[in-house]
Protein backbone atom coordinates (compact mmCIF):
# COMPACT_ATOMS: atom_id res chain seq x y z
CA UNK A 1 0.00 0.00 0.00
CA UNK A 2 1.40 3.42 -1.06
CA UNK A 3 2.35 4.94 2.18
CA UNK A 4 0.21 8.57 3.19
CA UNK A 5 2.42 11.43 4.20
CA UNK A 6 2.44 15.26 4.15
CA UNK A 7 2.23 15.57 0.72
CA UNK A 8 -1.39 14.45 0.32
CA UNK A 9 -3.90 17.29 0.57
CA UNK A 10 -7.59 16.55 1.00
CA UNK A 11 -9.63 19.08 -0.71
CA UNK A 12 -13.68 19.53 0.77
CA UNK A 13 -15.70 21.89 -1.31
CA UNK A 14 -18.26 22.68 0.61
CA UNK A 15 -21.50 25.26 0.68
CA UNK A 16 -23.67 25.39 3.57
CA UNK A 17 -22.73 21.66 5.35
CA UNK A 18 -22.77 22.93 8.62
CA UNK A 19 -23.97 19.38 9.79
CA UNK A 20 -21.54 17.55 7.99
CA UNK A 21 -18.68 19.01 7.67
CA UNK A 22 -16.78 18.84 10.98
CA UNK A 23 -17.73 14.44 10.92
CA UNK A 24 -15.90 14.61 7.58
CA UNK A 25 -12.84 16.56 8.22
CA UNK A 26 -12.69 13.78 11.21
CA UNK A 27 -12.94 10.52 9.45
CA UNK A 28 -10.39 12.22 6.90
CA UNK A 29 -7.91 12.62 9.82
CA UNK A 30 -8.58 9.23 11.56
CA UNK A 31 -8.10 7.21 7.76
CA UNK A 32 -5.01 9.25 6.73
CA UNK A 33 -3.54 11.51 9.79
CA UNK A 34 -0.71 12.36 8.01
CA UNK A 35 -2.37 14.04 5.08
CA UNK A 36 -3.38 17.75 5.57
CA UNK A 37 -7.23 18.55 5.07
CA UNK A 38 -8.51 21.67 3.54
CA UNK A 39 -11.80 22.99 3.10
CA UNK A 40 -13.24 25.07 0.78
CA UNK A 41 -16.12 27.14 1.59
CA UNK A 42 -17.62 28.03 -1.36
CA UNK A 43 -19.06 31.06 0.27
CA UNK A 44 -21.78 29.53 2.62
CA UNK A 45 -24.05 31.34 4.87
CA UNK A 46 -24.01 29.31 7.90
CA UNK A 47 -21.19 28.03 10.43
CA UNK A 48 -19.70 25.49 7.63
CA UNK A 49 -16.32 26.97 7.59
CA UNK A 50 -15.98 28.12 11.62
CA UNK A 51 -16.80 24.11 11.86
CA UNK A 52 -14.10 22.94 9.37
CA UNK A 53 -11.80 24.61 11.15
CA UNK A 54 -13.05 23.90 14.52
CA UNK A 55 -12.59 20.09 13.62
CA UNK A 56 -9.02 20.86 12.51
CA UNK A 57 -8.74 21.67 8.56
CA UNK A 58 -7.48 24.71 7.15
CA UNK A 59 -10.38 26.74 5.74
CA UNK A 60 -9.97 28.90 2.16
CA UNK A 61 -12.82 30.84 2.05
CA UNK A 62 -14.72 31.90 -0.99
CA UNK A 63 -15.91 35.79 -1.26
CA UNK A 64 -18.98 34.07 -3.07
CA UNK A 65 -19.89 31.08 -4.20
CA UNK A 66 -18.13 29.26 -7.27
CA UNK A 67 -19.52 26.18 -7.37
CA UNK A 68 -17.52 22.73 -6.84
CA UNK A 69 -15.28 23.21 -9.62
CA UNK A 70 -14.21 26.82 -8.89
CA UNK A 71 -14.26 25.57 -5.48
CA UNK A 72 -11.91 22.82 -6.31
CA UNK A 73 -9.40 25.10 -8.71
CA UNK A 74 -8.55 27.04 -5.69
CA UNK A 75 -7.88 23.93 -3.91
CA UNK A 76 -5.88 23.20 -6.54
CA UNK A 77 -3.99 26.08 -6.68
CA UNK A 78 -3.15 25.53 -3.25
CA UNK A 79 -2.05 22.15 -3.71
CA UNK A 80 0.75 23.46 -6.16
CA UNK A 81 1.65 26.47 -4.28
CA UNK A 82 1.97 24.82 -0.89
CA UNK A 83 4.06 21.77 -2.66
CA UNK A 84 1.60 19.24 -2.05
CA UNK A 85 2.26 15.87 -4.50
CA UNK A 86 -1.47 15.01 -4.52
CA UNK A 87 -4.95 15.65 -3.91
CA UNK A 88 -7.88 14.00 -3.46
CA UNK A 89 -11.37 15.69 -3.47
CA UNK A 90 -14.22 15.01 -0.82
CA UNK A 91 -17.34 15.77 -0.47
CA UNK A 92 -18.60 17.48 2.51
CA UNK A 93 -21.72 16.07 3.10
CA UNK A 94 -20.32 12.68 4.04
CA UNK A 95 -21.18 10.66 1.33
CA UNK A 96 -17.29 9.60 0.51
CA UNK A 97 -15.95 6.72 2.93
CA UNK A 98 -12.32 8.47 4.12
CA UNK A 99 -11.19 4.89 4.56
CA UNK A 100 -11.08 4.39 0.76
CA UNK A 101 -8.65 6.92 0.12
CA UNK A 102 -5.73 4.98 0.24
CA UNK A 103 -6.75 2.96 -2.06
CA UNK A 104 -7.73 5.37 -4.13
CA UNK A 105 -3.74 6.64 -3.63
CA UNK A 106 -2.59 3.13 -4.54
CA UNK A 107 -3.93 3.67 -7.99
CA UNK A 108 -2.08 6.84 -8.31
CA UNK A 109 1.03 4.29 -8.59
CA UNK A 110 0.35 3.71 -12.43
CA UNK A 111 -1.92 6.64 -12.84
CA UNK A 112 -2.37 10.30 -12.93
CA UNK A 113 -6.01 10.45 -12.04
CA UNK A 114 -8.21 8.04 -9.88
CA UNK A 115 -11.76 8.28 -9.81
CA UNK A 116 -13.77 5.97 -6.57
CA UNK A 117 -16.43 4.64 -8.96
CA UNK A 118 -19.89 4.42 -7.56
CA UNK A 119 -21.26 1.86 -10.24
CA UNK A 120 -18.52 -0.64 -10.62
CA UNK A 121 -19.71 -3.46 -8.39
CA UNK A 122 -19.04 -2.75 -4.97
CA UNK A 123 -22.01 -1.48 -2.71
CA UNK A 124 -26.02 -0.63 -3.22
CA UNK A 125 -25.92 2.75 -4.69
CA UNK A 126 -28.25 3.50 -7.22
CA UNK A 127 -29.91 6.34 -9.46
CA UNK A 128 -33.20 6.10 -11.76
CA UNK A 129 -34.46 7.67 -14.02
CA UNK A 130 -33.27 10.53 -16.66
CA UNK A 131 -30.44 10.85 -14.41
CA UNK A 132 -29.14 7.48 -14.35
CA UNK A 133 -29.59 7.48 -17.90
CA UNK A 134 -27.54 10.80 -18.62
CA UNK A 135 -24.80 9.16 -16.39
CA UNK A 136 -24.41 5.91 -18.57
CA UNK A 137 -24.44 7.80 -21.72
CA UNK A 138 -21.60 10.08 -20.53
CA UNK A 139 -19.75 7.38 -19.19
CA UNK A 140 -19.72 5.79 -22.36
CA UNK A 141 -18.68 8.99 -24.74
CA UNK A 142 -16.14 9.77 -21.84
CA UNK A 143 -14.66 6.21 -22.23
CA UNK A 144 -14.07 6.66 -25.48
CA UNK A 145 -11.81 9.80 -25.31
CA UNK A 146 -10.36 8.42 -22.02
CA UNK A 147 -9.34 5.35 -24.19
CA UNK A 148 -10.67 3.54 -21.00
CA UNK A 149 -13.78 1.97 -19.65
CA UNK A 150 -15.03 4.01 -16.65
CA UNK A 151 -18.67 3.58 -15.07
CA UNK A 152 -19.07 6.59 -13.04
CA UNK A 153 -17.61 9.64 -14.99
CA UNK A 154 -19.77 12.54 -12.50
CA UNK A 155 -18.37 10.85 -9.18
CA UNK A 156 -16.41 13.79 -6.95
CA UNK A 157 -14.56 11.09 -4.97
CA UNK A 158 -11.37 11.53 -6.99
CA UNK A 159 -7.11 11.14 -6.38
CA UNK A 160 -4.91 13.65 -8.58
CA UNK A 161 -0.99 12.97 -8.89
CA UNK A 162 1.71 15.82 -9.68
CA UNK A 163 0.65 16.00 -13.57
CA UNK A 164 -3.23 16.27 -12.52
CA UNK A 165 -2.35 18.85 -10.17
CA UNK A 166 -0.55 20.83 -12.79
CA UNK A 167 -3.21 20.85 -15.42
CA UNK A 168 -6.18 21.52 -13.15
CA UNK A 169 -4.28 24.46 -11.30
CA UNK A 170 -5.18 26.69 -14.36
CA UNK A 171 -7.58 25.04 -16.56
CA UNK A 172 -10.42 22.94 -13.99
CA UNK A 173 -13.78 24.80 -14.95
CA UNK A 174 -16.16 26.29 -12.53
CA UNK A 175 -19.07 25.65 -14.51
CA UNK A 176 -21.52 23.27 -13.71
CA UNK A 177 -19.55 19.46 -13.57
CA UNK A 178 -16.91 21.40 -14.30
CA UNK A 179 -15.42 19.06 -11.45
CA UNK A 180 -16.37 15.88 -13.47
CA UNK A 181 -17.26 15.26 -16.60
CA UNK A 182 -15.75 18.45 -17.93
CA UNK A 183 -12.14 17.88 -15.57
CA UNK A 184 -12.03 14.11 -17.33
CA UNK A 185 -12.22 15.00 -20.98
CA UNK A 186 -9.27 17.86 -20.06
CA UNK A 187 -7.91 15.06 -18.47
CA UNK A 188 -7.57 13.14 -21.21
CA UNK A 189 -6.83 15.23 -24.01
CA UNK A 190 -3.52 16.32 -21.75
CA UNK A 191 -2.52 13.10 -21.99
CA UNK A 192 -3.38 12.24 -18.53
CA UNK A 193 -3.56 8.37 -17.19
CA UNK A 194 -6.94 7.64 -15.57
CA UNK A 195 -8.47 4.78 -14.07
CA UNK A 196 -11.34 4.10 -11.69
CA UNK A 197 -11.56 1.95 -8.41
CA UNK A 198 -14.97 0.68 -7.45
CA UNK A 199 -16.30 2.59 -3.71
CA UNK A 200 -18.84 2.12 -1.80
CA UNK A 201 -21.17 5.49 -1.36
CA UNK A 202 -23.26 6.20 2.06
CA UNK A 203 -26.24 8.63 2.35
CA UNK A 204 -25.74 11.84 2.48
CA UNK A 205 -25.20 13.12 6.33
CA UNK A 206 -26.82 16.50 6.19
CA UNK A 207 -27.41 19.47 3.99
CA UNK A 208 -29.65 19.38 0.64
CA UNK A 209 -29.68 16.88 -2.07
CA UNK A 210 -28.03 19.06 -5.17
CA UNK A 211 -30.59 16.63 -7.17
CA UNK A 212 -34.49 16.49 -6.77
CA UNK A 213 -36.35 13.76 -8.77
CA UNK A 214 -38.02 17.04 -10.45
CA UNK A 215 -34.53 18.31 -11.64
CA UNK A 216 -33.88 15.55 -13.52
CA UNK A 217 -34.71 16.31 -16.98
CA UNK A 218 -32.72 18.92 -16.61
CA UNK A 219 -30.08 17.16 -15.04
CA UNK A 220 -29.25 15.30 -18.42
CA UNK A 221 -29.61 18.32 -20.51
CA UNK A 222 -26.79 20.52 -18.46
CA UNK A 223 -24.92 17.02 -17.82
CA UNK A 224 -24.79 16.68 -21.95
CA UNK A 225 -24.08 20.06 -22.11
CA UNK A 226 -21.11 20.13 -20.06
CA UNK A 227 -19.63 17.30 -22.18
CA UNK A 228 -20.21 18.69 -25.39
CA UNK A 229 -18.80 22.59 -24.03
CA UNK A 230 -15.17 20.19 -22.60
CA UNK A 231 -15.01 19.05 -26.25
CA UNK A 232 -14.96 22.44 -27.85
CA UNK A 233 -12.57 24.03 -25.65
CA UNK A 234 -9.14 24.32 -26.63
CA UNK A 235 -5.97 22.79 -25.50
CA UNK A 236 -3.68 24.56 -23.62
CA UNK A 237 0.11 24.77 -24.41
CA UNK A 238 0.71 23.47 -20.24
CA UNK A 239 -1.50 20.60 -21.73
CA UNK A 240 0.49 19.87 -24.39
CA UNK A 241 3.49 19.87 -22.71
CA UNK A 242 2.67 17.65 -20.30
Not at 14 to 35: F, G, K, M, Q, Y
Not at 52 to 77: E, K, Q, S, W
Amino acid sequence: MRPVDRSVLVVIPALNEEDSVADVVRDVNRAIPLAQCLVVDDGSSDQTGLRAHAAGAIVLTLPYNLGVGGAMRAGFRFARNHDFSVVVQVDADGQHDASAIPTLLDGLTDSDLVIGARFAGVGSYSVKGPRRWAMRLLAVVVSRVANTRLTDVTSGFKAAGPRSIEVFADNLPAEYLGDTVEALVIAARSGLRIQQIPVEMRVRQGGEPSHHPVKAAVYLVRACAAFALAMMRPRSGKDIAL
